[in-house]
């Protein structure tokens, strides 16, 4: 519980698996744990969100970005040292890639179509807290000659609520070339002021 009395909920990363084939893995783990199925839903049209009930105060969640074709797996509930033990178990048992390793596929892409693919998934494993190596690699691609880039560093900035995004929101907002990302800027920056209420795991109270 928060400091101001209001519960809010903590969060482990989101770790991003390796390939599409280590959803193996993840279905393996919520067997041998005997997770309870809470159904999927579809917070937006590219993002399937599968979720399971782990423990009474602990939820499992699988987040699939079609346009990366990459899935992360984060924990979110209300017990913080219950979730730090349940994440260790998950990140020993997937296996997921590093910070380096989801960086470093932007700057080997060999295609802009690569490179967009490359811009979302770690968009899609960027920390809850400011990240500057994350938030210089999504801003270049903001503003990167190609639409398909500049689209993906649009949408890779949305995962990550940090105030230094306002600036180039604004920016594309107003000066990209073309009008629907222009638009889509436009509706991101209002979207900012619309946060959750959450923390991220081993982050202290106030």
Known sequence: MSG???????LSRRMVLRSRGDERKVQRLVDE????SLGE????????????????????????DERADATAVVLVGDDQKQLARYADLVERFVQPLTDD?????????????????AVLASGLGSPFAFD?????????AMFDEDREVRAA???AS???????????????????????????????LEA????PDVRIEGEEDA
């Open 101 to 117: 390793e989801l960086l470093a596929t932007i700057t080997s892409a060999r295609t802009g179509a690569e490179r967009a693919r």
């Open 153 to 155: 560093g649009l949408a």
């Open 41 to 64: 839903e579809r917070p937006t049209a590219a993002l399937l969100q599968r979720s399971w009930q782990l423990s009474p105060s602990v939820f499992f969640q699988a987040l699939t």
């Open 33 to 36: 744990l005997r997770m309870v």
């Open 192 to 195: 900012r002021f619309d946060t």
């Open 4 to 10: 101001d009395g209001v519960e809010r909920h903590v």
């Open 158 to 188: 949305s995962y990550a609520f940090w105030p230094q995004y306002h600036e180039p929101l604004a920016a594309m907002a107003e000066f990209d070339e073309d009008p629907e990302l222009r638009e889509d800027a436009s509706a991101a």
């Open 132 to 140: 500057a190596r994350y938030f210089e690699q999504i801003t270049a």
